[in-house]
């Protein structure tokens, strides 16, 4: 009697992972990458393991690898925001379309959980310390947040979309936030403005932070002093932008610019800018951040920082599928923590 998928097996066993990794001339680990779907893989790599699986008549036993490596094949998207939230800001549709997209072609399954309550943090930190997946992404991550240092105590490989602070523990993915603010305060300085505000976004999101500084330097560098007046902290809601707005035209109405943090933030501002009749682009020039489509439908269109989210969503599973595949057995340490940072790019429309 014949089995399937003894080929070259040692003894007419089943063939082993590490079979095929020394067919292939790579190691365990890029056998396993291979198998697993991570992208982290070149093309001539992955076309050598494949044909030592077919060689062999490897059959991956997706169950019983999954058991012995206390595996789910499930990794967690988690949102420490409200619902409603992550519904009205095109930021968090268009991250999970670029992590969906890079899962499509995978085995692993995801899970969207919120957890933007104490009650609901506390719920997943005991679903997390039950090792019920792989690996989590972790979005919009506040300073004081607890979840990041609960993932690197439980050693559950994690990524962080945009890092807490310079000195981020995690891997993480960014756009570069400081560019981002410079090129939006140097293209509304090169169009003539000299009373430059800022809506900031949340004080805690190390992002907004670098935002921040952008629009400083940039001011600094074209000869100008920074007036504190003209800097309002904002949360990247339109009702935020709104409130912003409003405390910049009561303290500073000779104002002649505004940089806002996000474009839902500029729609608020435009709100208050028509409510106290200023004209846009005029009497006051509008530039938002993120480029999402709210920036192509407003009126005027409005000038934004691109923020590559997708491509963002899509190198966060490409390094937690890595961090995943190189995870070492329990109780050791020593993951190499990469930071990647993707560029922006302003997109120039009629609002400045």
Do not use: C
């Not at 009650?119 to 310390?129: C, E, G, H, V, W």
């Not at 000299?194 to 400083?216: E, K, L, S």
Request: glycine share 10%; aromatic share 4%; proline share 5%.
């Amino acid at each position: 009697m014949t089995s399937h998928g003894v080929r070259g097996g040692r003894g007419g066993g089943r063939p082993t992972l590490e079979e095929v990794a020394v067919r292939a001339g790579v190691g365990r680990g890029t056998v396993s990458r291979v198998i697993n779907g991570s992208p982290r893989v070149s093309d001539a790599t992955r076309a050598a393991v494949q044909a030592a699986v077919a060689e062999l008549g490897y059959v991956p036993n997706t169950a019983a690898r999954a058991l012995a490596a206390n595996r789910t094949d499930s990794i967690a998207l988690v949102v420490p925001e409200p619902e409603t939230r992550f519904f009205a800001e095109p930021y968090f549709s268009d991250m999970l379309r670029g992590v969906g997209a890079e899962l499509a072609d995978t085995e692993w399954q995801l899970l969207l959980i919120f957890a933007g309550s104490d009650r609901k943090r506390q719920r997943l930190a005991d679903y997390l310390s039950a090792h019920r997946v792989d690996g989590v992404l972790l979005v919009s991550t506040h300073a004081d947040d607890p979840l990041p240092d609960l993932l690197d105590r439980l050693e559950i490989p994690a990524v962080i979309s945009g890092p807490r602070s310079a000195g981020e523990t995690l891997t993480s993915v960014d756009s570069d936030n400081y560019g981002g603010g410079r090129s939006a305060v140097e293209h509304l300085l090169a169009r003539g403005r000299r009373r430059v505000a800022h809506i900031t976004g949340r004080p805690d999101v190390y992002g907004a932070q670098r935002r921040v500084d952008g629009y400083r330097d940039a001011l600094r560098d074209a000869g100008l002093e920074v007036d504190e007046l003209l800097i309002e902290p904002g949360d990247f809601t339109e009702e935020g932008g709104r409130r912003a707005m409003s405390a910049l035209l009561s303290r500073r109405p000779d104002l002649d610019a505004v940089f806002a943090a996000s474009d839902v933030t500029a729609a608020g501002a435009r709100h208050s800018l028509r409510e106290a009749g200023r004209r846009i682009p005029s009497d006051v020039a509008l530039v938002g951040y993120d480029d999402s489509a709210i920036a192509r439908h407003m009126d005027p269109p409005l000038t934004s920082v691109r923020q590559p989210i997708e491509e963002m969503g899509r190198a966060m599973i490409d390094l937690l599928l890595t961090e995943i595949a190189d995870r070492r057995p329990a109780g050791t340490r020593g993951l190499e923590r990469r930071h990647a940072v993707l560029a922006t790019e302003l997109v120039g429309r009629e609002s400045s």
